[in-house]
């Protein structure tokens, strides 16, 4: 039979240009719509989304509404206060670590401690383009910090309050900041975080590296006095929290107080307007060779792009309480927490603490105080409070519940059915967003009500996201099919270069698969066309959602004189979903002893943060290792995860290690 003529060939051809230019027209079309609700200084001149995603074609860049000039501070807050009249209208719930230490903020007091800080800023001597290095805790500050920034353009980069100082030293020099913003202290659950000395410590450390930070704005969240706490229009809540063991340590040549520099501000601050493509904010990610990507985000494309999403993937109605649990310090905040719900004049609750703390109902508590009807986790924390049973949880109505969303890393389809039966009483839809740092919000993602859902995969690609599965060589892969996860075309929110390093995001992103943009992921596709991700395929481990480096914890690993060599796996862990197996070798004539032990977890904890504690090191005096030199990972993998079916050996060079790394196997965790 005869199925490709000359002339059904021609035809097919001009019916898919046809597809994929209705398709663009349709796109740019929706998009500039959704950009007439937002204010522009200046309207955009050209096209509304040009780039070249082909490195083999020349540099790689992302362009959106170029001509434009717009702020997103004046975006979020202003238009919502003056234009929808929603000045009123809770911003905030804040709920601090301790049950009682609440507070509520307005969109009209958010905007004016804005504009103080905006003002403190600008006689700090901040100017638009300069970075600004903010490291806090979840408190009302830090949105008024970030928005602060983004009112006078300069550019924020949050480093999360769980980072080393080391950590926090980097990014500061790195991004070239000229200002550090920090607070005392805060409380995780029980436990005191004297985050100023650590602050301090960096700060030293940059010093030490030749370069100075001037200013370091510090914020009193726990030594503030009550008396001050409770003044009139202080965002601070009185003091409630005792803590004697809290240290302060002041350097009156670099140091100024958060509280004494807002009372002479004034609360009127024009915003500088800003191109569209000016950066918004740096926000760094673990990379592939150790060292932490500067992720860069710019104005108008995120704006859209968060507010959509958020408005779309949460069904978002203006009578909602949406809750976030995540932490500012990560994207899922920055999008979620601060851009995209205040662009839509949403209410939230943001929280402090812990889902442990004081107990483990606390979630639950939380949804039934404030009524929360849009509730986005991670899956780590299901698994968490999953291992506590339903009865915490029963202990709560959660009838306000209406949506349940999950973001991270892939979720179980046991998380998923406790998450959607227990949590959500069988009645809400659960959305499992799939995105990165570098998309700037939701990728694929259900849309309640209108995706069908099945339970562990991310369902289908947002509007204006054309994913694709390549097979190793880049090829494209048609139907059911498994393999690496990348987008043909940006979207708005789009990461646009690694900050200082565009070289390094043209590496990382696109030069694998020219033409692509490659997520590090890898994904499946079912018959109905559902993407599932299978979990990260590059040298990045996901420890309770949150990225890290094989390179980065070896690197910190090294760093300590006992140790020769070390490498680093993911092993499967119930709540983390991955945690961290080292293998280390000694230096000649070195023991391994717990107390060398308790020294290199403590080393990593310090280079990088508690988050990447190592549960499991093994001594190794010998690595498994390719005729080449080239450790084999996939052979550690399976140690580690204690499986004997190792496949293929060919390539190993001594046979005999891999006997005694079985041997020495580590079985309990720390
Ligand atoms: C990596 C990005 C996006 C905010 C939090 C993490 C994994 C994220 C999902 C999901 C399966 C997911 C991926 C991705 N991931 N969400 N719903 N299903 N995997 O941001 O630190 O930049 O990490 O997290 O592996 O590449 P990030």
């Known amino acids: ?75 979020v807050l202003d238009r919502n206060v003056h234009e929808k009249k929603l000045g009123d209208k809770v911003a905030f719930y804040w709920e601090g670590n301790e049950p009682g230490d609440e507070k509520t903020v307005t969109y009209r007091e958010l905007l004016q401690e804005v504009c103080k800080f905006a003002n403190v800023l600008k006689l700090q001597g901040v100017k638009k383009g300069d970075r600004v290095s903010i490291y806090m805790p979840m408190v009302v500050e830090l949105v008024v910090a970030m928005l602060a920034c983004a009112r006078i353009g300069a550019v924020h980069s949050i480093v999360f309050a769980g980072f080393s100082a080391e950590s926090l030293c980097e990014r500061i020099i790195d991004s070239q900041c000229s200002l550090l913003v920090t607070a005392d202290g805060f409380y995780r659950g029980d436990k005191l975080i004297n985050l100023k000395v650590i602050a301090d410590e960096a700060l030293e450390k940059c010093r030490d590296k030749s370069f100075p930070v001037e200013r370091c704005i510090m914020l009193k969240h726990l030594s503030k006095e009550e008396q001050e706490a409770s003044s009139p229009g202080s965002l601070s809540p009185p003091a409630k929290r005792s803590c004697p063991d809290l240290q302060v340590p002041w350097n009156p040549e670099v140091d100024v107080c958060w509280h004494s520099l807002m009372e002479g501000a004034s609360d009127e601050c024009e915003p500088v307007w800003c191109e569209s493509e000016d950066p918004l904010f740096i926000l760094y990610t673990s990379g592939s060779t150790g060292k932490p990507k500067g992720v860069l985000h710019t104005v108008s494309g995120y704006m859209l792009y968060t507010a959509t999403t958020f408005k779309l993937v949460f069904d978002y109605h203006p009578d909602d309480v949406y809750w976030c649990t995540a932490d500012i310090g990560w994207i899922t905040g920055h999008s979620y927490i601060t851009y995209g719900p205040l662009a839509n004049g949403a209410t939230s609750v943001l929280f402090e603490g812990l889902p442990t703390y004081p107990d483990v109902s606390r979630m639950w508590e939380i949804v039934d105080k404030y009524h929360v009807s849009k509730f986005y986790t991670a899956p780590t924390a299901i698994r968490l409070l999953m291992k506590y049973g339903s009865e915490p949880v029963h202990k709560y109505k959660r009838s306000s519940l209406k949506i349940l969303g999950t973001v991270g890393e892939p979720i179980n389809p046991e998380a998923w059915q406790w998450y959607y039966n227990v949590v959500g009483d069988g009645r809400c839809p659960v959305v499992d967003t799939f ?13 309640p009500a209108a995706t069908p859902l099945k339970p562990g995969s991310a369902t289908f690609p947002f509007f204006g996201v054309v994913p694709a599965i390549l097979n190793e060589s880049g090829e494209e892969l048609e139907g059911p099919n498994e393999g690496y996860l990348v987008f043909k075309q940006p979207w708005p929110g789009v990461m646009r270069t690694v900050f200082g390093n565009h070289q390094r995001f043209e590496t990382t992103y696109f030069k694998k698969f020219p033409g692509f943009y490659v997520t590090g992921d890898g994904c499946r596709r079912d018959k109905d066309g559902y993407y599932w991700i299978t979990g990260r395929i590059d040298d990045m481990l996901n420890v309770s959602g949150h990225l890290l480096s094989t390179a980065e914890v070896e690197s910190a690993l090294v760093e300590h004189e006992a140790v020769a060599e070390a490498a680093v796996v993911g092993t499967p862990h119930p709540v983390k979903g991955e945690s961290l197996y080292c293998f280390v070798t000694l230096t000649d004539g070195i023991d391994y002893t717990t107390t060398l032990e308790a020294e290199l977890r403590k080393q990593v904890r310090e ?4 988050i990447a504690t190592p549960d499991y090191i093994q001594n190794a005096p010998g690595l498994p290792k390719t005729r080449s030199g080239k450790i084999m990972r996939r052979l550690l993998r399976k140690i580690a995860s204690n499986q004997q079916d190792l496949g293929d050996v060919s390539t190993l060079a001594d046979s005999t290690v891999i006997e005694q790394l079985f041997e020495n196997r580590c079985c309990t965790a720390l």
């Open 607 to 610: 280079k990088i943060g508690a």
């Open 435 to 447: 995105w990165q740092t570098e998309t700037g919000g939701h990728v694929l993602t259900p849309l």
């Open 1 to 75: 039979m005869y199925k490709e003529t000359q002339v059904m060939t021609l035809l097919n051809k001009y019916v898919r240009i046809l597809k994929y230019n209705i398709l663009h027209l349709i796109l740019s079309e929706f998009w500039v719509d959704i950009a007439k609700e937002f204010f522009w200084k200046t309207k955009h001149t050209g096209q509304f989304l040009d780039y070249n995603f082909d490195v083999t074609k020349g540099e790689i860049f992302v362009k959106c509404m170029e001509g434009a000039t717009t702020n997103i501070c004046y975006n």
